[in-house]
């Protein structure tokens, strides 16, 4: 089993400010992953997919010894630049291609999420004819019910287990009030990784009733317990997992990443 980080951490801030992410900052970024001992990356919120882009993390990964083990990529350039897309997964070698989220205008109804399952399921089916699998990756808002049902589960329910695989965020499992091994099993065989990232409750700082509220923290700080996940990934056979954190509370990734990768290695 290895262990990857996904670059949205990093990369937040452009993604904010919906600017692309500068390639000399990315390159920093992803030194700093291989001298915390990382084996991989997930590419995602990079910006737009461009032959440049495709050329500078070729070269940059190989030469830093990364394998790109998966992708988040824009709804825009899947919809409507797949065949830049097939050459961008060809040029890095890999066979994770995955969207970040579902459009807002697609999560208010039922129709929308039949919708939705549609366009991805057809992209998937593209993407699979070059030995590409395309995942979806899920938040909380997927555990909304339309008609009685989980928006994820109408996705699921609505795809093909070839088309569409499935990209289990251990955070937002838990945000949603599922329980997560439960899910990991009702649709293992569409996993092909997973995002492993941690969540812990903070004050909210009120005077007369705290309820506190959730937070992403570096794995082994907060309330999620890793290790019967870990097992059922060992179980599973999945070859990579991915580390993810979405921004960090005292303002160091780095930091953050390392300790992510250190309690990780201690229980894998």
């Known amino acids: ?9 990093y990369f937040m801030p452009y993604l904010k400010e919906g600017k692309d992410v500068e390639l000399s900052f ?3 970024a992803l030194k700093n992953i291989k001298e915390m001992g990382y084996d991989g990356v997930q590419l995602s919120g990079f910006g737009r997919v461009t032959d440049e882009i495709i050329d500078f993390y070729r070269d ?3 030469e830093l010894g990364l394998k790109i083990v998966a992708t988040h990529i824009n709804y825009l350039d899947l919809t409507e630049k797949l065949d830049l897309v097939i050459k961008a ?11 970040g989220a579902m459009p807002i ?24 004819k070059d030995d590409i699998f395309f995942m979806y990756h899920m938040h909380a808002f997927e ?3 339309f008609n009685n049902k989980f928006g994820l589960d109408i996705l699921m329910e609505n795809t093909s287990i070839e088309n569409v695989k499935l990209l289990i965020d251990t955070y937002w499992a838990q945000y949603g009030g599922v329980n997560m091994l439960t899910l990991i099993d ?28 959730q937070v992403i923290c570096p794995l082994g700080e907060g309330n999620i317990d890793f290790k019967p996940i870990v097992e059922k990934i060992k179980e599973l056979k999945i070859d990579w997992i991915i580390i993810e954190q979405d921004y960090s509370l ?8 390392k300790k992510s990768l250190e309690f990780l290695n201690k229980i894998v």
């Open 1 to 9: 089993m290895k262990i990857a980080v996904q670059m949205i951490g």
């Open 26 to 28: 990315a390159k920093e």
């Open 60 to 62: 940059t990964c190989k």
């Open 89 to 99: 997964h060809k040029e890095w070698n890999c066979d994770l291609c995955g969207i």
């Open 105 to 128: 205008n697609y999560q208010e109804s039922y129709e929308k999420y039949i919708e939705f399952a549609n366009i991805i399921d057809t992209i998937g089916e593209k993407l699979l």
């Open 143 to 145: 555990f909304i019910k």
């Open 186 to 213: 009702k649709y293992s065989d569409r996993i092909n990784t997973i995002h492993l990232k941690d969540m812990k409750i903070i004050s909210t700082g009120e005077k007369f009733f705290d309820l506190g509220k």
């Open 250 to 257: 005292d303002g160091d990734i780095n930091g953050d990443y």
